[in-house]
């Protein structure tokens, strides 16, 4: 590949044109400072001007003498403007807020100026946003909602598990919390998060942090000039860091124990091989307790709860205690249709047919396990999955008190058949 450069229309040795990003009036880096100290003008905001001028006044040394010039009406008379200034070789800086190449100013600058310009980053304002929360990003979507409708920018939140929302004056925090409320209704898909956090003068000293959830996001009023974070796992704490599968019958809500057994719940996990960017289905899923505790074990996990008791689906509502699990309320296999693809299935109940619906959907090495009350039916599904499939028998014998002075003696539960493998 032959490498080409372009020649620009100015003078033959041309000053450099440096953009510095600025975090809370700081520039980061030698070069940076070196950037604005050596600048004939510097063209920024008027509220980038006042942070910088709060930075350097207290240091005499940082005092900067270039000429200074509000970034005013159309850039494109801006660039003009800097075209001019170098051809009569002086040096251009200009200032942007964290990093300008994330959704800012580099793109237009070094499209027209090409190889003149250095740029100067700092921290951007999502990666500044996710610090603040205190949560990591490498997996997170971001989506901006400048110069674009709300109606455009929602599929793309509600496709994703993590998303930083780059949020404006016509689109401010509370309009994407109310969107996200409706939306079962306007796109018949719930929002897979319930945590939102709002990152408003990210470096300033106004800066402010909200945490809240979807209902309290739409409730509220806050400042346009935000990052709005929205994500399905709870925030840190001592209570939800402790990592626990197979949890006890009794911290869920069920229906005359509807509910996968703890030790059965705790194997068919184990067999499901869960990952955080994956799709699980639990289908048939009474309490929930297999999806709840899936979510709990693989951040950024999307489950879909599948079941069509109305009483048990509020009672997975209530299980769920804002985790990212969508509750899909219907009989399977047709409430299956409109779901994503699952890269795992779990299926508490449904029979033969909707676990050979659910083999049919799944993608390319994905996993099924399923529970059966019967040999039979176990076999007829090891029969569907081939060669892959596995069969194991689980029994449990449980200790329960007797006699006067509370001895133990063995009680067993019904016995369970596990069938898993993959497509």
């Known amino acids: 590949m032959v490498n080409q450069s372009i020649a620009l229309p100015l003078a033959e040795q041309s000053p450099i044109l440096d953009i510095v990003g600025l975090h809370g009036g700081a520039w980061f880096g ?40 509000d970034l005013f009406g159309p850039l494109d008379q801006v660039i003009d403007l800097i075209e001019e200034r170098i051809h009569l070789g002086q040096r251009v800086c200009m200032l942007a807020s964290g990093d300008p190449g994330f959704f800012g100013i580099e793109r237009m600058m070094v499209g027209r100026f090409g190889h003149v310009v250095q740029v100067h ?6 990666a500044l946003a996710f610090a603040r929360a205190r949560i990591h990003w490498d997996d997170a979507t971001i989506v901006s909602c400048h110069g674009r409708p709300l109606e455009r920018a929602l599929p793309h939140i509600l496709a994703a598990s993590k998303v930083a ?37 990210l470096g300033d000293q106004d800066e402010s942090i909200t945490r809240t959830d979807l209902a309290g996001l739409a409730a509220g009023t806050f400042d ?61 899923a009474a309490s929930g307790s297999v999806g709840i ?23 997975i509502r209530a299980n769920r205690h804002q985790l990212p699990v969508t509750v899909v ?22 029979g033969i047919a909707v676990f050979s619906s659910c083999i049919g959907r799944l993608k390319p090495g994905g996993v ?27 029994s449990i014998n449980r200790g329960v008190p007797v006699g006067p002075q509370d001895r133990l003696r063995l009680e067993a539960d019904n016995p369970v058949f596990l069938v898993w493998g993959s497509s």
């Open 293 to 315: 505790e899936a979510a709990q074990l693989a951040p950024g996990l999307r489950v879909y709860s599948v079941e069509q008791n109305p009483d048990d689906v509020a009672r």
């Open 165 to 201: 929302v780059l949020v404006s004056k016509t689109t401010p925090p509370e309009a994407i919390g109310q969107a996200l409320l409706d939306a079962p209704r306007t796109h018949g898909q719930e929002a897979p998060y319930h945590f939102a956090v709002v990152c408003s003068h």
């Open 121 to 126: 980053p700092a921290p951007s304002s999502v």
């Open 224 to 284: 346009p000039l935000s990052v709005l974070i929205l994500t399905g796992e709870p925030q840190p704490t001592a209570a939800n860091a402790i990592v626990a599968w197979g949890r006890p019958v009794d911290q869920y809500a069920h229906r005359a124990s509807m509910i996968t057994k703890p030790e059965v719940r705790a194997i068919a996990l184990s067999k499901l091989q869960l990952f955080g960017a994956a799709v699980l289905w639990d289908v048939g």
């Open 329 to 350: 309320e219907g009989k399977a296999p047709q409430s299956l249709t409109d779901l994503p693809p699952p890269d795992r299935v779990f299926l508490g109940g449904g």
């Open 30 to 69: 030698l070069q940076a400072a070196a950037a604005l100290r050596q600048a004939d003008l510097i063209i920024g905001a008027q509220r980038l001007h006042d942070d910088l001028d709060s930075t350097t006044s207290a240091r005499e040394e940082e005092r900067l003498e270039a000429e200074r010039l």
């Open 368 to 394: 099924i396990v399923a529970t059966f009350t019967t040999m039979e039916t176990a076999l007829q599904a090891v029969d569907l999955l081939g060669q892959n499939a596995e069969l194991l028998q689980v």
